[in-house]
């Protein structure tokens, strides 16, 4: 899915705002978060589920790749590569601090995903089911099924984004795709189960 912001035109312009924004250029750190904006809004809203949270965690993510900027390291990998790393350390930082006693990965994958789950992640993105499901999966679950299914990013950049190798990511797409299939077998089983409610209490 390409994001609703252009890059700032393209990576060798993007390169010279990086260039002048570790300098404290603030100007070229407008440029960039204008560009960039959307795609982590976008990000972030899949990982917490509602707007005000996804809104402030945004600009707290911008807050703090311009504190420090002047220590980013380019290393071959484009600027926003970095700051979905940020975004996904604060948004694990957020899961803990209002969960603190619930494990972060307590999804177990036990059942082959089927195709028909893909499906539901590339064609029903903006489905609510589909939001809610993928909010229960471990945070590197949910990092990979919104970078790869929502951003759209590739096997290779999201290799980038999480430090892991391209076999290592297709290995935890596999499981995250399990664990999103079980949560909406779950939560189709639940609306199934509250539409027969009311029929068996008018039989009884």
């Known amino acids: 899915m390409a994001p609703s912001a252009s890059p700032a035109t393209d990576l060798e312009e993007e390169s010279r705002l990086v260039i002048r924004?570790?300098?404290?250029?603030?100007?070229?750190?407008?440029?960039?978060?204008?560009?960039?904006?959307?795609?982590?809004?976008?990000?972030?809203?899949?990982?917490?589920?509602?707007?005000?949270?996804?809104?402030?965690?945004?600009?707290?993510?911008?807050?703090?790749?311009?504190?420090?900027?002047?220590?980013?390291?380019?290393?071959?990998?484009?600027?926003?590569?970095?700051?979905?790393?940020?975004?996904?350390?604060?948004?694990?930082?957020?899961?803990?601090?209002?969960?603190?006693?619930?494990?972060l990965d307590d999804i177990r994958e036990t059942e082959e995903p089927g195709a028909n789950v893909i499906d539901q992640v590339e064609q029903q993105l903006d489905a609510e089911a589909v939001r809610v499901a993928v909010r229960t999966l471990s945070p590197e679950h949910q990092q990979l099924i919104v970078l790869r299914f929502v951003e759209g990013l590739s096997h290779a950049e999201v290799a980038q984004v999480t430090g892991k190798s391209e076999g290592a990511m297709r290995v935890v797409q596999f499981r995250a795709l399990q664990a999103l299939a079980k949560a909406l077998r779950a939560d189709e089983e639940g609306a199934k189960n509250a539409r027969r409610r009311p029929a068996d209490g008018l039989s009884s």
């Open 21 to 103: 924004a570790v300098k404290r250029d603030s100007a070229a750190f407008g440029l960039l978060y204008e560009s960039h904006l959307d795609r982590i809004y976008r990000y972030i809203f899949y990982r917490v589920g509602t707007s005000g949270e996804a809104e402030d965690l945004t600009e707290i993510v911008f807050l703090k790749a311009w504190e420090a900027i002047e220590r980013y390291q380019p290393r071959g990998v484009p600027f926003v590569v970095w700051l979905y790393r940020l975004s996904h350390n604060l948004v694990v930082d957020s899961y803990r601090s209002r969960h603190p006693s619930v494990p």
